[in-house]
T-cell receptor, first 118, second 112 residues
Framework: DGGITQSPKYLFRKEGQNVTLSCEQNLNHDAMYWYRQDPGQGLRLIYYSQIVNDFQKGDIAEGYSVSREKKESFPLTVTSAQKNPTAFYLC?????????????????FGAGSRLTVL | QKEVEQNSGPLSVPEGAIASLNCTYSDRGSQSFFWYRQYSGKSPELIMFIYSNGDKEDGRFTAQLNKASQYVSLLIRDSQPSDSATYLCAVTPSGGYQKVTFGTGTKLQVIP
């Protein structure tokens, strides 16, 4: 089945430690995204990537890093510089739907990774 | 001003009624508009998207877009308890791999 796989589903981290969240997709999508979700704050964009070896900062990139060495993979590292990392992290990918005169990048999400800092 | 604004709710409707969810956006250049549904503890899933003014219908769901008023809505007809979830509005500035900005979501409760 095609989809997006995120791992681990749950992760506990001590303060001062870096952690890496995995995101793999087999949908042949070019673009990939990382969002963070906190209660009552919706989804906030951390980083996104349109092609391999290229990525752009989103609205809350500080304290995070990413890489895009393969089309299928877009791992997110939460560094010790991130002051409040406890959150639900969502990875997504998109294809461009071209219908009529415009297109829409429909996002497909993974199941998410829940990070808790102890 | 937030880029995408939604009333957080909860919005309570009786089973079988029409639920109306609203969203406003600040960027007049926004081109594509999405509605996602998110059950508690789960990831969002697409309900539908719209990019032309007017209505777009898909089963019990109708998306309405008014670019002049910078307003997009989602109507759910014959609401079911299984529709109880948080509904996220999202916008993107133009076709292509642009950043997708989400609202904070509206929690819908359908009362049996």
């Amino acid at each position: 089945d095609g989809g997006i796989t995120q791992s681990p589903k749950y992760l506990f981290r001590k303060e001062g430690q870096n952690v890496t969240l995995s995101c793999e997709q087999n949908l042949n999508h070019d673009a990939m995204y990382w969002y963070r979700q906190d209660p009552g704050q919706g989804l906030r964009l951390i980083y996104y990537s349109q092609i391999v070896n290229d990525f752009q900062k989103g609205d809350i990139a500080e304290g995070y890093s990413v890489s895009r060495e393969k089309k299928e993979s877009f791992p997110l590292t939460v560094t010790s510089a991130q002051k409040n990392p406890t959150a639900f992290y969502l990875c997504a990918s998109s294809t461009l739907f071209t219908g009529r005169s415009s297109g829409a990048n429909v996002l497909t999400f993974g199941a998410g990774s829940r990070l808790t800092v102890l | 001003q937030k880029e995408v604004e939604q009333n957080s709710g909860p919005l309570s409707v009786p089973e079988g009624a029409i639920a109306s969810l609203n969203c406003t956006y600040s960027d007049r250049g926004s081109q594509s508009f999405f509605w996602y549904r998110q059950y508690s503890g789960k990831s969002p899933e697409l309900i539908m998207f719209i990019y032309s003014n007017g209505d777009k219908e898909d089963g019990r769901f109708t998306a309405q877009l008014n670019k002049a008023s910078q307003y997009v809505s989602l109507l759910i007809r014959d609401s079911q308890p299984s529709d109880s979830a948080t509904y996220l509005c999202a916008v993107t500035p133009s076709g292509g791999y642009q950043k997708v900005t989400f609202g904070t979501g509206t929690k819908l409760q359908v009362i049996p």
